[in-house]
């Protein structure tokens, strides 16, 4: 098992969290599709929908930094920025009294991770790693 199969598994867990929420919501507001003009519908979907945007490269490079041989910290450290990152943006972007903060941590600890990772890989592939 390598440490990318359990950020992999986590990301999951919340996506499953923020699936569900969408549903619930989707149920109590009788809003099959779309949003409504709901603003706390239009966010949970948002929430939702940035992490299906962002978890599946970051997961993949996650992953590729760990195949490349980086330390396991390197690697634990890098899932634990995203998977930080991304609950700390969903539950920044769902409120719909926003709490900026939340969602910029959230957004600077996933940007974060695909720059440290990115740039791993591009220098093991220069060094021929």
Excluded at 21 to 39: F, H, M, P, Q, S
Excluded at 54 to 78: C, D, I, K, N, S
Excluded at 92 to 100: D, F, K, Q, T
Excluded at 107 to 115: A, H, R, W, Y
């Amino acid at each position: 098992m390598t440490a990318a199969f359990l950020y992999a598994a986590l990301v999951t867990l919340l996506y499953l969290v923020l699936t569900f929420r969408t549903i619930v919501l989707r149920g109590r507001l009788r809003v099959a599709l779309g949003d409504g003009n709901d603003k706390a519908l239009q966010r949970a979907i948002r929430a939702h929908a940035n992490l299906a945007e962002y978890a599946p490269l970051a997961l993949l490079l996650l992953y590729m930094v760990e195949v490349a041989g980086a330390r396991p910290a390197t690697v634990h450290a890098l899932g634990a920025a995203l998977l930080l990152g991304r609950l700390l943006h969903a539950l920044g972007i769902s409120r719909v009294r926003e709490p900026l903060p939340l969602r910029m941590a959230g957004m600077v600890l996933t940007t974060g991770c695909l720059i440290v990772s990115s740039v791993i890989l591009l220098s093991s592939y220069a060094l021929g790693i």
